[in-house]
């Protein structure tokens, strides 16, 4: 980790850009001033320097396109001081996936240095209740990765003493490979806290997920195939984050349709792994970053299975959300077999 001395005035702007991770480095700030994330669509939120200018590094990736906006400095209004050192954790997001590629992308810096730190600063989403998301479900995958720290969940501006502000080692898109660092840090707590306990052969499966736009075409007829072929179906939201790291730790051949779960997959995943990950909707620049994720993460055996069926018009199949896409089960059968997968 190389720590970044403040620059003079407004930010390292040039390390934020969408083709490319920032560098592993980190930014001490004394008297940081830290604003929560707020109403605006924008989702502005980060942190200001004791000068007033704006940390740059503080803005997340919060999409394929776009990083979280500038918010308007407090101004000199007293606030609650935070005494001691703090490290910067980014923005508290509820959403499975968007919690693994937004919320734990920052922790690489705590590798070996946890003892200098009084707590983690986490910013919610704005009329989210992420306090109770973390008591339910989030809290285990901090603990997982070794971060026993208190987590200060900040709703209303504050100051910290001394505050470390890490880059990104981790995000959407062209970010989806991660660090060295990041991709170091999160293995090696896994592999120690993660013993393998599972079936050798795996279908995951969205098919008890509410909305039925976020299942796979014909989930159903897909999973009696998996069965048949020796599969066991594995819905991961109705275990922990612990277990299924497990599973997927213990797995030598997974097969799923592309989503979430495939990015917490690669952080468990082992050496010649077998995967069949299946396309289930018209975003190719989607899957090709769960690929390039996948293949970044763990050195293994990856099939990339497209039975989509062809859509005369790809914007109205991604506004619908009444139904999955449509798949050719047909097709999606043969390249299975094609690839010795069943």
Not at 99 to 125: C, K, N, S, V, Y
Not at 205 to 222: A, G, M, T
Not at 248 to 271: C, K, N
């Amino acid at each position: 980790m190389t720590e970044a001395p403040p620059p003079p005035s407004g930010g390292p702007a040039d390390l934020l850009s969408l083709e490319r991770l920032p560098p592993p480095i980190v930014e001490p700030i004394r008297d940081a001033v830290i604003m929560p994330v707020g109403p605006d669509a924008g989702i502005s939120c980060g942190v200001f320097r004791s000068d007033g200018s704006f940390c740059d590094l503080s803005r997340t990736r919060i999409s394929k396109s776009r990083f979280s906006a500038v918010p308007d400095h407090p101004g000199h209004a007293s606030r609650p001081a935070l005494e001691g050192t703090y490290l910067f954790g980014g923005i508290g997001r509820h959403h499975f996936g968007h919690f693994i590629m937004e919320t734990l992308a920052r922790l690489w810096a705590m590798d070996g240095r946890q003892d200098r730190f009084d707590g983690l600063i986490l910013l919610p989403m704005h009329k989210t209740d992420f306090g109770a998301v973390l008591r339910r479900r989030m809290l285990s995958f901090f603990r997982l990765m070794g971060c026993d720290m208190p987590l200060h969940l900040v709703r209303t501006p504050v100051t910290a003493q001394t505050l470390y502000l890490p880059a990104q080692g981790f995000g959407h898109m062209q970010w989806a490979t991660g660090t060295d660092e990041f991709r170091r840090y999160v293995r090696e707590r896994i592999d120690r806290n993660c013993p393998a306990i599972g079936p050798d052969k795996i279908y995951i499966s969205r098919s008890k997920l509410k909305f039925s736009h976020q299942r796979v075409d014909q989930e159903v007829r897909i999973e009696k195939l998996m069965k048949s072929a020796g599969y066991a179906i594995f819905h991961p939201q109705r275990h922990s984050i612990r277990a299924q790291c497990q599973v997927y730790r213990a797995a030598h051949t997974i097969v799923g349709g592309d989503g979430s779960a495939f990015h917490l997959a690669p952080f468990a995943m082992q050496s010649e792994t077998r995967l069949g990950l299946i396309q289930r909707r018209p975003r190719v620049d989607a899957i090709e970053a769960i690929a390039q994720q996948i293949e970044a993460f763990a050195t293994i055996d990856l099939v990339q299975l497209n039975p989509m069926k062809k859509a005369e018009d790809e914007d109205a199949v991604l506004q619908n959300k009444d139904s999955a896409a449509p798949i050719s089960f047909h097709k999606l059968k043969e390249q299975l077999e094609a690839a010795h997968l069943i």
